[in-house]
């Protein structure tokens, strides 16, 4: 039997392990998973007989160490900054890695070390970062074989609650991390570039400079900008494209609400709140208020922040409970970002029987033949319930294909990388459309430009 070790049972592991485990038999695997929480792992291996679940604290040397040397190839599943570590145990035992986590400095730093001894180390092979490299790379590569020239590529990515669980004024659940929601775009302006000019927006301003995006049989979203679009352009070939923009995706009306957290401070996460354990909801929203004598907190927002009271942005503030004077923050020393992440948790969780949704839309404008050309592609991707998730599905899957892939040579391209080369994505897509994760293409007139963000 050949050894899998999966590092953390987190969210996103449960369609990982699945998918390794109908294939065990057949592939003749041993699916080890470790984590702290050894409940949580012994309940995604429920009870197979060719899997183990383990206790493991990856901050322990010696018992990580060992549970790498006794693995054929190693799976982390863990935050990014903790890859690292795991990557050079990796190489101290001379073991391939794959993550869905996006390519960090210290990792790419291990590119060389990785070459010489002949590793695999893939990277960004989840849903976004990686089912985006790898739909974006199959119809830019395509354009190019028959002699395309690239003018345009715009992407987009959310990960949103499914039309039948839809049922908050926010249209919108957790699926994801909530503090990296609660953080997003923070950390610098937003850059991309734009008909040949590099266009920037500041945090203040990101998230009511939005796009819109139809989707059939879905609906009207909008997008706003991620922090940096340029970050692929080398990578995906794209130097002499003269519009460059990647963003996440929305219900329309999110943005709008959201900039009112972003306006007042609460998504600030440089400072602790004193007191913070006693505050109520009521107490933190108007701490960031100016002092009246006679003004409600209600009445104190709707002033500062021009809010009319028929307005749905003010409704969809008051379904949150944020006003609540007896509902209690009990978090101590806590910045204004966790406070509010605690506060949205009891809105946004997904229940039991709820479902979320992927969505990704591609647009990629080209020149052939003296004519300019456009094809918009997407991608609808619907959870099962709150264990077998959208995302879990669309980040686990892709991992498992790939692991799969290495184990068995098919992926043989040593170093630190990510899966923008045709002979990697292209089985991998290939089986992902067995699991309904499939992108319809359509040819739409070239605009050249977006006027809401040109």
């Known amino acids: 039997m050949r050894k899998i070790l999966v590092i953390g049972s987190g969210k996103s592991a449960s369609y990982l392990i699945k998918y390794l485990l109908d294939k065990s038999d057949e592939e003749q695997l041993f699916v080890i998973v470790g984590d702290v929480n050894f409940t949580n792992a012994k309940k995604l291996i429920n009870h197979h007989h060719n899997a183990q679940a383990i206790v493991l604290d990856v901050k322990d040397r010696k018992t990580r160490q060992a549970a790498i040397q006794n693995a054929d190839i190693v799976v982390s599943m863990l935050p990014a900054r903790m890859h690292v570590e795991i990557a050079k145990d990796c190489i101290s035992f001379n073991k391939n890695m794959v993550t869905a986590s996006y390519v960090s400095e210290e990792m790419q730093n291990l590119d060389k070390v990785a070459k010489e001894k002949d590793l695999i180390f893939m990277n960004e092979v989840g849903v976004d970062p990686g089912i985006d490299h790898m739909s974006a790379m199959k119809v830019i590569d395509r354009i190019r074989e028959q002699g395309g020239k690239m003018l345009l590529f715009e992407s987009f990515t959310g990960g949103l609650v499914a039309p039948e669980s839809d049922n908050n004024l926010w249209n919108y659940k957790f699926t994801w991390n909530p503090r990296n929601v609660v953080l997003a775009g923070q950390g610098g302006a937003a850059k991309f570039l734009q008909e040949g000019t590099f266009k920037y927006i500041p945090y203040n301003r990101l998230f009511r400079r939005t796009e819109f995006l139809d989707i059939e049989g879905y609906g009207r979203f909008e997008a706003y900008a991620n922090r940096d679009s340029l970050k692929y352009q080398s990578v995906y070939g794209l ?216």
């Open 239 to 454: 130097d002499d494209a003269i519009t460059l923009y990647r963003g996440t995706i929305r219900k329309v009306g999110f943005s709008r609400a959201w900039n009112i957290f972003v306006q007042l401070g609460m998504t600030d996460d440089e400072y602790t709140m004193d007191g913070s354990e006693h505050m109520s909801y009521r107490d933190f929203v108007n701490a960031f208020l100016p002092y009246s004598p006679t003004d409600s907190v209600e009445l104190k927002l709707r002033h500062a922040l021009k809010i009319d009271q028929d307005d749905i942005v003010w409704d969809k503030l008051v379904e949150l409970d944020i006003f609540s004077s007896t509902k209690k923050v009990g978090l101590k020393k806590a910045t204004p970002a966790e406070i509010l992440q605690k506060i949205l948790e009891d809105s946004w969780t997904l229940g039991n029987d709820d479902k979320d949704m992927i969505v990704m839309y591609h647009k990629f404008g080209y020149e052939l033949h003296g004519k300019k050309h456009q094809i918009d592609a997407t991608m609808v991707c619907l959870g099962e319930d709150k264990t077998y998730t959208a995302m879990a599905k669309t980040v686990g899957l892709p991992v498992a294909i790939t692991t799969l892939a290495v184990l068995n040579e098919k992926i043989t391209r040593p170093g630190v990388q990510i899966p923008i080369h045709k002979d990697v994505y292209g089985p991998i897509l290939e089986e992902l459309e067995q699991y309904d994760i499939v992108f319809n293409e359509y040819e739409v007139p070239y605009l050249g430009y977006n006027p809401l963000i040109l």
